[in-house]
C-alpha cells in the first residue's frame, strides 16, 4: 500500500483522529446548553441506530412490440454507517434534511476506519492485516473534507486535513495525485450543498471523475442545490421513528423525559423528526420550566436565548456587547445568506471580511472602533455560536443556526420590503426557503403574514403552502 516513509508517518495520523473524534456525537452538538452532567454520566449517544433507504432504478425492457423501458424501484434499509461503507468505493451520496444526522455519520465512519487502522498497526500486522479478500475490505485511510471551508481545490482541503492531524507528514501533491489515483484514501466530503459557487461545485465534480478509484461519500441536504454529481448511488437518512425519538429524549432527560413526551403528543413528530431538532427541543424544556414551545421558531429563538444567558455566566464580557451580540449574529448571517449575487449563499467566511462586515456595522449602528469592533468578533467566537474553521474562515456550527438568525434579520426588514422586493428578491430564490418558513413562525403580524403567503402562492403554490402552515 504505502512505502515505508510513509507508512510510518500515517501512524500517528490515524491515533490523532482517535483521540480527537472518540466522542463523536458531539462533534455538532452545543453540549454545553444542556450542561455536562447527563455527559459525564452517560458516555454514549442516541443517535446509533440512525437509518438510511436506498433506492437504485434498473431499467428492464417491457416486450419487443412495446418498444419501451420501465424503471423497476429495488429499496433496502440499512444502518447509515453501514451503508455509506458498503457503497463509497463506487461513490455515494448521503442525502438528508438539516440536522438529519449526515455530517455526524461521516465522523463516526471517520473514527471507525482510523481506529480499524491504528489497531491493526498496534498488533504489528500493518498492510496485511487490512488486506482481506475483495477489494471493498481493504484498509483505506479516511480523511474528512469539510466543503463548507472550499476555496482554491478539493486536494487542497485533503492535504490540510491530512497536516492538521500530522503536522510532519512530508506530503506534496503529487504523491497525494498518486494515493488518490490508487485508491489508498477514503474521502468523506461533507456539504456538497454548502460550496459558495457553481464554479466550486464544478470543480468538485471534475475531481471525482479525475479519480474513481478513491472511495467517496458526499453528502447533501437538497439535490436542488448543486444536483446529484452524477452519482448513481444514492442514500438517504430516514427520520427517526418513534420508539428512536422516546429514546433520544429519555436519555438526554431522564428526569423530565416522559412528561415532556406527554406534552408533545401527537406533536412528537412535528418537532423531532431529526436529531438535532429533538436535541435542541430537549435542551429549551430542560431551561423553560419543562414547557413546550409553540413552534420550531420559538424553539430557535428559546434556544439561543439560553445560550446567552450560560454565555452571561461563563464568559467576562462588557454588558454593552451583551446588548448587541444577537444584531451581530443576524448581520453576520444576513451577510452569508446574501452572498455576492442572488443565487450565491456562504456557510462560511473568510474572517477579514467577517472583521469588515461587522466593523462597518458597528461603526454605523453603534459608534464603535475598529479595535472595540474587533474584541467583539473575538467575543462572538467564544460564544460557540460561530466558530473559527480551517482557513481561518468563520461560520456558524450549524447551517440551520445561521437561517435562524437569518430569519431574525428578515423578520426585522419585513415590514419595509415592498411587495416587488419580497417576491423577487426573497421569495424567487431557493436559499431564502428556509429563513422564511421560519420567519413566518416568528412573525405576529397577521396582516404582514397574510401578504408574505399571498406573495409566495404567485412565485411557487408549494412554498406558498409551506409558509401559510
Same mark, same amino acid.
Given at each position: 500500500?504505502?512505502?515505508?516513509?510513509?507508512?510510518?508517518?500515517?501512524?500517528?495520523?490515524?491515533?490523532?483522529?482517535?483521540?480527537?473524534?472518540?466522542?463523536?456525537?458531539?462533534?455538532?452538538?452545543?453540549?454545553?446548553?444542556?450542561? %455536562?452532567?447527563?455527559?459525564?454520566?452517560?458516555?454514549?449517544?442516541?443517535?446509533?441506530?440512525?437509518?438510511?433507504?436506498?433506492?437504485?432504478?434498473?431499467?428492464?425492457?417491457? #416486450? &419487443?412490440?412495446?418498444? %419501451?423501458?420501465?424503471?423497476?424501484?429495488?429499496?433496502?434499509?440499512?444502518?447509515? *454507517?453501514?451503508?455509506?461503507?458498503?457503497?463509497?468505493?463506487?461513490?455515494?451520496?448521503?442525502?438528508?434534511?438539516?440536522?438529519?444526522?449526515?455530517? $455526524?455519520?461521516?465522523?463516526?465512519?471517520?473514527?471507525? #476506519?482510523?481506529?480499524?487502522?491504528?489497531?491493526?498497526?498496534?498488533?504489528?500486522?500493518?498492510?496485511?492485516?487490512?488486506?482481506?479478500?475483495? #477489494?471493498?475490505?481493504?484498509?483505506?485511510?479516511?480523511?474528512?473534507?469539510?466543503?463548507?471551508?472550499?476555496?482554491?481545490?478539493?486536494?487542497?482541503?485533503?492535504?490540510?486535513?491530512?497536516?492538521?492531524?500530522?503536522?510532519?507528514?512530508?506530503?506534496?501533491?503529487?504523491?497525494?495525485?498518486?494515493?488518490?489515483?490508487?485508491?489508498?484514501?477514503?474521502?468523506?466530503?461533507?456539504?456538497?450543498?454548502?460550496?459558495?459557487?457553481?464554479?466550486?461545485?464544478?470543480?468538485?465534480? *471534475?475531481?471525482?471523475?479525475?479519480?474513481?478509484? $478513491?472511495?467517496?461519500?458526499?453528502?447533501?441536504?437538497?439535490?436542488?442545490?448543486?444536483?446529484?454529481?452524477?452519482?448513481?448511488?444514492?442514500?438517504?437518512?430516514?427520520?427517526?421513528?418513534?420508539?428512536?425519538?422516546?429514546?433520544? *429524549?429519555?436519555?438526554?432527560?431522564?428526569?423530565?423525559?416522559?412528561?415532556?413526551?406527554?406534552?408533545?403528543?401527537?406533536?412528537?413528530?412535528?418537532?423531532?423528526?431529526?436529531?438535532?431538532?429533538?436535541?435542541?427541543?430537549?435542551?429549551?424544556?430542560?431551561?423553560?420550566?419543562?414547557?413546550?414551545?409553540?413552534?420550531?421558531?420559538?424553539?430557535?429563538?428559546?434556544?439561543?436565548?439560553?445560550?446567552? %444567558?450560560?454565555?452571561?455566566?461563563?464568559?467576562?464580557?462588557?454588558?454593552?456587547?451583551?446588548?448587541?451580540?444577537?444584531?451581530?449574529?443576524?448581520?453576520?448571517?444576513?451577510?452569508? $445568506?446574501?452572498? &455576492?449575487?442572488?443565487?450565491?449563499?456562504?456557510?462560511?467566511?473568510?474572517?477579514?471580511?467577517?472583521?469588515?462586515?461587522?466593523?462597518?456595522?458597528?461603526?454605523?449602528?453603534?459608534?464603535?472602533?475598529?479595535?472595540?469592533?474587533?474584541?467583539?468578533?473575538?467575543?462572538?467566537?467564544?460564544?460557540?455560536?460561530?466558530?473559527?474553521? $480551517?482557513?481561518?474562515?468563520?461560520?456558524?456550527?450549524?447551517?440551520?443556526?445561521?437561517?435562524?438568525?437569518?430569519?431574525?434579520?428578515?423578520?426585522?426588514?419585513?415590514?419595509?420590503?415592498?411587495?416587488?422586493?419580497?417576491?423577487?428578491?426573497?421569495?424567487?430564490?431557493?436559499?431564502?426557503?428556509?429563513?422564511?418558513?421560519?420567519?413566518?413562525?416568528?412573525?405576529?403580524?397577521?396582516?404582514?403574514?397574510?401578504?408574505?403567503?399571498?406573495?409566495?402562492?404567485?412565485?411557487?403554490?408549494?412554498?406558498?403552502?409551506?409558509?401559510?402552515?
Amino acid at each position: 500500500m504505502f512505502d515505508n516513509k510513509y507508512h510510518n508517518q500515517l501512524y500517528p495520523y490515524l491515533c490523532s483522529i482517535c483521540q480527537n473524534y472518540a466522542q463523536w456525537w458531539k462533534i455538532y452538538t452545543l453540549t454545553d446548553v444542556v450542561g %455536562k452532567q447527563q455527559d459525564e454520566q452517560k458516555q454514549f449517544s442516541p443517535l446509533l441506530d440512525l437509518m438510511v433507504q436506498t433506492i437504485e432504478q434498473q431499467q428492464e425492457k417491457r #416486450e &419487443e412490440e412495446e418498444e %419501451k423501458e420501465e424503471r423497476k424501484e429495488k429499496i433496502e434499509r440499512l444502518a447509515v *454507517v453501514e451503508g455509506l461503507r458498503k457503497y463509497a468505493p463506487e461513490h455515494v451520496l448521503l442525502i438528508g434534511r438539516p440536522g438529519s444526522g449526515k455530517s $455526524t455519520a461521516l465522523v463516526r465512519l471517520l473514527l471507525e #476506519e482510523a481506529e480499524r487502522g491504528r489497531d491493526a498497526e498496534t498488533r504489528g500486522r500493518g498492510d496485511a492485516e487490512m488486506k482481506k479478500e475483495g #477489494e471493498k475490505d481493504v484498509f483505506r485511510v479516511p480523511v474528512l473534507v469539510e466543503l463548507r471551508y472550499y476555496q482554491h481545490s478539493v486536494l487542497e482541503r485533503v492535504k490540510a486535513f491530512l497536516l492538521k492531524h500530522q503536522p510532519n507528514l512530508n506530503l506534496d501533491e503529487e504523491v497525494l495525485k498518486q494515493w488518490l489515483r490508487q485508491g489508498q484514501l477514503l474521502l468523506l466530503l461533507d456539504g456538497f450543498n454548502e460550496l459558495p459557487s457553481e464554479e466550486a461545485r464544478q470543480q468538485v465534480r *471534475v475531481f471525482r471523475q479525475d479519480y474513481p478509484n $478513491t472511495p467517496m461519500v458526499f453528502t447533501t441536504r437538497d439535490l436542488g442545490v448543486g444536483g446529484d454529481l452524477n452519482i448513481t448511488k444514492k442514500l438517504e437518512m430516514q427520520p427517526l421513528t418513534e420508539a428512536q425519538m422516546r429514546q433520544f *429524549v429519555c436519555a438526554y432527560l431522564p428526569q423530565q423525559g416522559e412528561q415532556m413526551l406527554k406534552q408533545l403528543g401527537s406533536r412528537l413528530r412535528e418537532f423531532g423528526e431529526t436529531p438535532l431538532l429533538l436535541w435542541m427541543l430537549c435542551s429549551v424544556f430542560a431551561s423553560n420550566s419543562n414547557q413546550i414551545p409553540a413552534n420550531l421558531g420559538s424553539v430557535f429563538r428559546q434556544f439561543t436565548e439560553i445560550y446567552d %444567558k450560560k454565555i452571561k455566566q461563563d464568559i467576562l464580557i462588557d454588558e454593552e456587547f451583551r446588548l448587541w451580540q444577537g444584531q451581530l449574529l443576524q448581520q453576520l448571517a444576513w451577510v452569508m $445568506t446574501q452572498g &455576492e449575487t442572488k443565487t450565491q449563499l456562504y456557510v462560511a467566511l473568510p474572517k477579514q471580511k467577517a472583521e469588515a462586515v461587522l466593523t462597518e456595522f458597528l461603526q454605523r449602528e453603534a459608534t464603535l472602533s475598529k479595535n472595540e469592533a474587533l474584541l467583539w468578533l473575538d467575543n462572538l467566537l467564544k460564544h460557540n455560536l460561530i466558530q473559527l474553521g $480551517t482557513g481561518n474562515q468563520i461560520g456558524f456550527c450549524h447551517q440551520l443556526l445561521q437561517e435562524y438568525y437569518t430569519a431574525e434579520q428578515l423578520l426585522e426588514r419585513l415590514a419595509s420590503l415592498s411587495d416587488q422586493q419580497l417576491k423577487w428578491d426573497y421569495l424567487n430564490y431557493l436559499k431564502w426557503t428556509e429563513p422564511l418558513a421560519l420567519m413566518m413562525e416568528l412573525l405576529e403580524d397577521r396582516e404582514q403574514a397574510m401578504r408574505v403567503v399571498k406573495l409566495a402562492l404567485e412565485v411557487d403554490w408549494l412554498l406558498g403552502a409551506r409558509l401559510a402552515g
